[in-house]
Every structure is written in structure tokens, then in C-alpha cells.
């Protein structure tokens, strides 16, 4: 089946072949995409899938990617890739590889990816992460998916009433969203590997503020911390620092438990419209 089938799900559209010794085929999926371009949570969830599996070759325990931080030196068109790992350590509590996708000859992104295992039945011993105080899921605004964006025909995403202002034109005051988010893939609840997805699927930060709709990812590091449980997220996004056409951006997702189970910081570039004169 075609990776830009509607029907494809996220596992399987992040989902890598086996074509020789470190080296894997991917088919990348239109279906998360902004503008064109693969989403790049979405690209963290196949090169995570590559790692894991090259890891796994060499001997590796682990069963999630607890840390990767990818470099987007191009974007990828929605057509077959190759991607090439390299384990760079294979240990009893951590792995790492580092792992590039290619297209036509040219690197499109890399990664350096931190394999471990987290447990389900873990205690949290310390968390100074605070819960963000979202509007009930029935008082917030569904984000709809278009050709433009379809990657949000691929999840629910609910902002919540104060985040929603640059919808309708207005301009904030705060960078920063407030939302829910669930898979929209049927029976498939969120877990550490498509945590790395979430960790990208918001909005950009600096809409509220009244950025323009162009603000690519340089560098994304996500982390996915706990397995979470239940079928929403609550989910904080926001912009730090915004100076010299660049904005350094966090998120922070929080379980049905109100627990951190993933976050993200990443830098992007951003434009403003030219001040009126």
C-alpha cells in the first residue's frame, strides 16, 4: 500500500525497510505534511525506526528512543528515501546511533538518537514540570486539516479558547499555545515512539504573536520520558527567545495522569510582516 493512502497509519507510514547491512528504505508519507514538506515530527518517528532497528541488529535491548535531536539540512520531497546508521555504541542502559536520510545523493536530515527502555511501571520521583492549566476538551477549538496541512487530518488537536486569537486576526501578546492532542489513527494510543510526533504537531508558537505562516525547523530535540497513559495529551507549547529571524521554541506533553511524559525544544526560522508605515 501507498504510504499516501488515507488509510495508512502513523506506524506504518514511519515504517522502514531493511535493504542492506545499516542501510533502510522509507516511502515518506504526504499524509504529514505542511506545505509540502514532511512534518518533522514525523521524520523524527522514521529515523527513530531505523535506529531502533539497526540497534537491535547489533545486540541492543532497548525498545524506545528516549532522545533524538535532528539536524533538518533539507526537506525531503514525499517519495522514497534511503537512510544509513551508524551504532555508534551499543550499552546495557543506553545505545546511540546516528542515523541520515538521503534523497537523490544529498543528506536531507540527521539525527544522533539515544535508545534505553522505559518501564511501564516506573515511579515518578520528582517532577518540577508544571501541569498547564487547558480549557475542558468541550470548550476548545478542533484545528482542521487541509491540503495545505494535512498533517492535522492525522491527529485531533483541540486549542484552548485563549490560544486561538490569530485564528480570527488577533494578535497576542504571549507566544504560547494551550491544547489537547489525540492520534487520529483508530485504537492507537500515544507512546514513546509517537511521542516524537507530538512533540512537532502544534501550530508554531509564534502565531499568536502575529508571525507569518513560514517558520522552519533547524534543529528539533524531543524526548520522550515516561509511557503515557490514556488517549489525550495536554500540551504546553512556546517561544522562549525570538531575535535575528530565529526562535528558540519548547513544548511539554502531559499524560491523563498529569505527568511529563515527552518534550521538545527546537530552533526555527521566523518572519513577521513588515511593520505597516
Known sequence: ???NSLNVTLRDA????????????VDISSLYSVMGHPNGGYLQCVLSSAALAAASAQGAPHLHTTSITTNYVGSPEPAPAEIFTDVRRVGRGASFVHVTMMQGGVVTTESLVT???????????YQDAQIPDV?????????????????FNAVDLRLDPRSVGWWFGEVADRAELLGWIRLGDDGMRWDPWSILFASDAFPP???PIGSSGWVPTLQLTSYARR???????RARQWGVVIADGLVD???????ERGQLVGSSSQLAMVRFPAPEK
Request: glycine letters at 6%.
Open 1 to 3: 500500500m501507498s504510504n
Open 14 to 25: 514511519a515504517a522502514v525497510e531493511p535493504l542492506a547491512a545499516d542501510r533502510f528504505g
Open 115 to 125: 535508545l534505553g527502555t522505559l518501564k511501564e511501571d516506573s515511579v515518578l520521583r
Open 135 to 151: 480549557a475542558p476538551l468541550e470548550e476548545c477549538h478542533r484545528v482542521p486539516g487541509t491540503d495545505d496541512v494535512k498533517t
Open 205 to 207: 508558537a509564534t502565531f
Open 227 to 233: 509511557i503515557p497513559q490514556g488517549e489525550w495529551l
Open 249 to 255: 521554541e519548547r513544548c511539554e506533553m502531559f499524560d
